[in-house]
C-alpha cells in the first residue's frame, strides 16, 4: 500500500511503530526433533508440524532489538548477512542465571513479533542463533544503567528472516512463558 503523506494533528501519516514487542525463543534441535517444520516461500516462513516449545519472553521498554546488516562482495558475486538479536534480561536471578547458561549452549530461533503486529522468523539457517557476546550479569555502573544480563545472539545467513502468522506459529509451538 502507498503511503500518503497526511499533515494532520490525528493521523500518522507514513510512521510505523518499531520496537520487539514479543519474543518466542525456541531451541533449534528439539524443533527438528518434535518433527516441527520451517520452509520459506517469497519471503513468508510456512510452518508444519506439532510438538515444538518457544519460550515466550517480554522485554522491557525496547529492551531488545534486532537487524540483518548485508555484506555484500560485487567483485566475487556474494552476499550474506547477519541476523543479530541483542538485549537485556532485566533483573539478575536464577532463572536469568540458568536462562543465560542454556542460551550459551545452544543454537536457537527467535519468532520475533515487532511493535507493529509483523512477525519475523530467525535463525533458519544451519547454525542458528548462537550467542556472539554479552555479560552474564552486570549491575551497571549509575543508577540509571540496566541491572541483568546483556545478550548478543548472531546467525550468518543467505536470506532475510522471514514473516509469519502467528495462528500458524501457535497451532506448531507450545508456548511457555
Not at 515444538?52 to 531488545?64: D, I, R, S, V
Not at 550459551?104 to 519468532?111: D, Q, Y
Amino acid at each position: 500500500m502507498a503511503c500518503t503523506v497526511v499533515l494532520s494533528p490525528f493521523d500518522r501519516g507514513c510512521s510505523s511503530v518499531s520496537g520487539i514487542e514479543k519474543i518466542y525463543m525456541i531451541d533449534k534441535a528439539d524443533r527438528i526433533t518434535a518433527g516441527v517444520t520451517v520452509s520459506v516461500t517469497a519471503g513468508a516462513a510456512i510452518i508444519g508440524g506439532t510438538g515444538g516449545t518457544a519460550y515466550e519472553w517480554n522485554p522491557l521498554q525496547n529492551g531488545f532489538s534486532f537487524s540483518q546488516p548485508i555484506t555484500q562482495d560485487n567483485s566475487a558475486g556474494t552476499s550474506s548477512l547477519v541476523q543479530t538479536l541483542d538485549g537485556v534480561l532485566h533483573g539478575y536471578s536464577a532463572l536469568t542465571v540458568y536462562i543465560s547458561e542454556q542460551l550459551r549452549l545452544g543454537r536457537f530461533e527467535a519468532a520475533i513479533k515487532m511493535r507493529n503486529g509483523t512477525y519475523i522468523y530467525a535463525g533458519l539457517d544451519s547454525t542458528g542463533l548462537q550467542v556472539a557476546g554479552g555479560d552474564a550479569g552486570a549491575t551497571g555502573a549509575s543508577i540509571s544503567d540496566p541491572n541483568g544480563t546483556t545478550i548478543n545472539m548472531t546467525c550468518e545467513s543467505q536470506n532475510e528472516a522471514p514473516t509469519f502468522t502467528f495462528p500458524e506459529f501457535a497451532a506448531a509451538f507450545t508456548i511457555e512463558t
